[in-house]
């Protein structure tokens, strides 16, 4: 039995990722207490018919009571020892995101009342969710994705692989915006020369073929390329062979725009060939669709 707990702050995009799974077959359970999941699962194993529940997606938030939550770890684990291949799914978002949604739609946020506000219940949310969250196998940062970019990504990342795959994905960022919170692996390639000096290539991108050419004719961009190559092919299979179902390799430089965004390309191409879920994504670059390969 496959099983999926989604969990995540509230307005940070739940409901989506599980419409996504329902839309795919999964029976899905909103809100679910915690207490009920054990039950569900032996009705689920026990008295269902052959291949119904077969695939499971249950969202869990901070509405369960606080030792429940406390005690995730544990209820875990005996999923774990029960033969329930489980994966916990975490959707977060920045404070201030949380907070602009929450106003642009006028919602109330489940744990604000007359002595607790908006800020305060999403600050407490963070606190309560934390067990779920250190051991999500999956924490995806919605701030700067649209709801057709989330549902991409969990149809790629989620149901796109097989089971026992790595899904990998591969993210060029602007250490100017931050590095992604979501992040597994972060390499810095600002030591590399800046096609952004360059007047001619500035108004292009790292997918372009003039800035294209201007880094693989430096032979520190193609040294970079090859390290960390070999780097991640030395390690990416010890990390399968952990049971590490997803990974995510962000990729820095200055802007986001040239140099990250060339290296996660060609790293994309290398790893596509041998992993059978690989996704490139430009933070930097909103315009750009994710390219699922």
């Not at 569900?40 to 997606?57: D, F, V, Y």
């Not at 191409?269 to 690989?278: E, L, Q, S, T, W």
């Amino acid at each position: 039995m496959k099983l999926i707990v989604v969990s995540g702050r509230s307005g940070s995009g739940k409901s989506t990722a599980l419409h996504v799974l329902e839309d795919l077959g999964y029976y899905c359970i909103d809100n679910l207490p915690i207490g009920l999941l054990f039950p569900l699962i032996r009705e689920a194993t026990q008295h269902a018919s052959p291949g119904r529940l077969k695939n499971m997606a249950v969202s869990i938030d901070a509405r369960n009571l606080s030792d429940e939550l406390a005690n995730f770890e544990a209820i875990h684990q005996q999923l774990t020892q029960t033969g329930v291949n489980a994966d916990v799914i975490f959707l977060d978002a920045t404070d201030q995101s949380l907070l602009q949604r929450f106003h642009a739609t006028r919602r109330k946020h489940p744990l604000s009342n007359d002595t607790t506000s908006l800020r305060e219940a999403i600050s407490c949310e963070k606190t309560l969710l934390e067990p779920l969250a250190r051991l999500a196998d999956l924490y995806i940062d919605t701030t700067e994705l649209s709801m057709y970019e989330l549902r991409d990504m969990v149809k790629q990342r989620i149901v796109g692989r097989r089971e026992q795959e790595l899904a990998l994905l591969i993210q060029s960022f602007g250490f100017k915006h931050g590095v992604p919170v979501d992040s597994d692996y972060v390499f810095d390639v600002r030591c590399l020369p800046n096609p952004y000096w360059d007047t001619s290539l500035r108004q292009f991108t790292g997918m372009d073929q003039p800035v294209i050419d201007f880094l693989e004719s430096e032979p520190m961009a193609k040294q970079m390329t090859a390290d960390l190559i070999g780097f991640l092919d030395n390690w990416l299979p010890s990390f399968a062979a952990s049971n590490r179902s997803y990974m995510t390799i962000s990729i820095g430089c200055t802007g986001g725009q040239h140099r990250s965004v060339y290296i996660s390309e060609q790293l994309g191409r290398h790893f596509a060939a041998h992993y059978g879920n690989v996704q490139v994504r430009h933070s930097e670059l909103p315009h750009l669709k994710l390219d699922p390969r």
